[in-house]
């Protein structure tokens, strides 16, 4: 009997323990229930989504919770417990329904109010509480199609999102570095008072306004910019990584390329250099030339009226050359065929006929006040002084060769 009534004992301690075990997790959040706590109430308009258990907080920090949630003369009563019971409240204080997250869970945000107003000695009246705010309301002032359309993009999100969890991990793990430089950059544009960050602002104005009114010509450039990115990934990009691939033997062969025509473009500086004057020439005699143009309108439209009343003239003339002039030709033809043998004969002889007629001129240059006159020298001889003939002979070539008629002279 001993022993049964010991096993009692222990089995009873046993359940004892694990009912207070179990009363001391179900208020686990709350403390310990045996504590000394501060107790507030509020009446509230409406506290949709706040339960018994949910936070108290003063300043974002957790001083309690909430201990009792009900109906009270038609409108919401919530007792709230503080875990100081030395916490004060005074006449001011305000208390708000908070949402704590979008999945509708709340708490009550306690202002304690200032001392100067003194203590609170009753229930905090309603017109110094917030009633609580739903999410749910918010979406409400939506229509049909804007939620349909928020839901889809909801769900796209999520569906994005699968498989990504190390493409967000990387991204927290460089959001320090990102971060790090964002501060920079904020810190750069707000060097000289933010005159950076005021240049940055009107140069983004003022291409906003270059883009004003173009916006179908911005869409075409984008719709064509992704044509061109789609024939990028033709065949899976291949085209392009050849095409990168053969990019620096290319790109050296170009600079090869490029240092040949360095000298030859250096020849064409020079050559348009020198052009320069011919061309500035050219550029003053624009007017001039201008005007010329401009003053020959008048004579050129006049061209085809002289062209028409000169066409039978030339029909005349052709019809003159034809039946008239032909045979004369055909005539001057024959007489010069006749002429070239004594003409080729005269022609060796040019220099002496020349001297003949210079002579000739020379004899009647002499001139007097009572005009021109010619001058004869006579030579005497012994046959002229004595009357005694001689016996001369002569000695002359009828037919003399070209250059030597002077020889001739002298016999």
Same mark, same amino acid.
């Given at each position: 009997?001993?022993?049964?009534?010991?096993?009692? @004992?222990?089995?009873?301690?046993?359940?004892?323990?694990?009912?207070?075990? @179990?009363?001391?997790?179900?208020?686990?959040?709350?403390?310990?229930?045996?504590?000394?706590?501060?107790?507030?109430?509020?009446?509230?308009?409406?506290?949709?989504?706040?339960?018994?258990?949910?936070?108290?907080?003063?300043?974002?920090?957790?001083?309690?919770?909430? &201990?009792?949630? !009900?109906?009270?003369? +038609?409108?919401?009563?919530?007792?709230?417990?503080?875990?100081?019971?030395?916490?004060?409240?005074?006449?001011?204080?305000?208390?708000?329904?908070?949402?704590?997250?979008?999945?509708?869970?709340?708490?009550?945000?306690? &202002?304690?109010?200032?001392?100067?107003?003194?203590?609170?000695?009753?229930?905090?009246?309603?017109?110094?509480?917030?009633?609580?705010? &739903?999410?749910?309301?918010?979406?409400?002032?939506? &229509?049909?199609?804007?939620?349909?359309?928020?839901?889809?993009?909801? %769900?796209?999100?999520?569906?994005?999102?699968?498989?990504?969890?190390?493409?967000?991990?990387? #991204? #927290?793990?460089?959001?320090?570095?990102?971060?790090?430089?964002? +501060?920079?950059?904020?810190?750069?544009?707000?060097?000289?008072?933010?005159?950076?960050?005021?240049?940055?602002?009107?140069?983004?104005?003022?291409?906003?306004?270059?883009?004003?009114? !173009?916006?179908?010509?911005?869409?075409?450039?984008?719709?064509?910019?992704?044509?061109?990115?789609?024939?990028?990934?033709?065949?899976?990009?291949?085209?392009?990584?050849?095409?990168?691939?053969?990019?620096?033997?290319?790109?050296?062969?170009? %600079?090869?390329?490029?240092?040949?025509?360095?000298?030859?473009?250096?020849?064409?500086?020079?050559?348009?250099?020198?052009?320069?004057?011919?061309?500035?020439?050219?550029?003053?005699?624009?007017?001039? #030339?201008?005007?010329?143009?401009?003053?020959?309108?008048?004579?050129?439209?006049?061209?085809?009226?002289?062209?028409?009343?000169?066409?039978?003239?030339?029909?005349?003339?052709?019809?003159?050359?034809?039946?008239?002039?032909?045979?004369?030709?055909?005539?001057?033809?024959?007489?010069?065929?006749?002429?070239?043998?004594p003409v080729k004969v005269f022609g060796q002889y040019v220099p002496e006929i020349v001297r003949y007629f210079r002579d000739v001129a020379s004899?009647?240059?002499?001139?007097?006040?009572?005009?021109?006159?010619?001058? @004869?020298?006579?030579?005497?001889?012994?046959?002229?002084?004595?009357?005694?003939?001689?016996l001369v002979k002569i000695n002359r070539n009828p037919y003399v060769a070209p250059g030597e008629t002077d020889d001739q002279g002298d016999n």
């Open positions: 009997m001993a022993s049964t009534g010991r096993a009692n @004992i222990a089995g009873y301690s046993t359940l004892g323990a694990f009912v207070v075990a @179990i009363i001391f997790g179900l208020n686990a959040t709350h403390g310990s229930p045996l504590r000394e706590r501060a107790t507030v109430s509020a009446d509230f308009d409406d506290v949709s989504g706040l339960y018994v258990g949910d936070d108290v907080r003063i300043s974002s920090v957790r001083v309690g919770f909430v &201990d009792e949630v !009900r109906l009270k003369d +038609g409108h919401a009563f919530a007792v709230m417990k503080l875990d100081d019971p030395d916490t004060k409240v005074y006449a001011d204080a305000t208390a708000g329904v908070i949402d704590r997250s979008g999945l509708g869970q709340k708490f009550v945000n306690l &202002d304690p109010g200032s001392p100067s107003a003194g203590p609170l000695t009753g229930t905090i009246a309603m017109d110094h509480t917030i009633r609580a705010q &739903d999410i749910n309301g918010l979406f409400n002032t939506f &229509d049909d199609k804007t939620r349909a359309a928020a839901g889809s993009t909801l %769900r796209e999100f999520g569906g994005g999102m699968d498989g990504h969890a190390q493409d967000l991990n990387d #991204l #927290l793990h460089t959001a320090p570095g990102i971060l790090s430089n964002s +501060g920079i950059v904020s810190d750069t544009l707000a060097e000289n008072n933010g005159s950076s960050l005021v240049g940055l602002m009107q140069s983004a104005d003022t291409i906003s306004a270059r883009f004003r009114g !173009r916006q179908q010509h911005v869409a075409d450039v984008i719709d064509q910019l992704g044509t061109t990115f789609d024939a990028f990934a033709v065949d899976e990009g291949q085209p392009l990584e050849q095409t990168i691939a053969k990019g620096p033997e290319t790109l050296k062969e170009t %600079r090869e390329a490029l240092d040949d025509l360095r000298k030859p473009l250096k020849h064409t500086a020079s050559a348009m250099k020198d052009l320069r004057p011919g061309a500035k020439a050219l550029g003053d005699s624009m007017p001039d #030339l201008r005007g010329f143009m401009r003053d020959a309108v008048d004579p050129l439209e006049k061209v085809p009226d002289v062209s028409d009343e000169a066409v039978p003239a030339l029909e005349s003339l052709t019809d003159l050359t034809h039946e008239n002039l032909r045979p004369l030709a055909r005539q001057l033809v024959a007489t010069g065929d006749g002429a070239a043998p004899t009647t240059a002499n001139k007097q006040p009572g005009g021109q006159y010619t001058r @004869i020298l006579v030579i005497p001889s012994d046959e002229s002084v004595g009357g005694k003939p001689a």
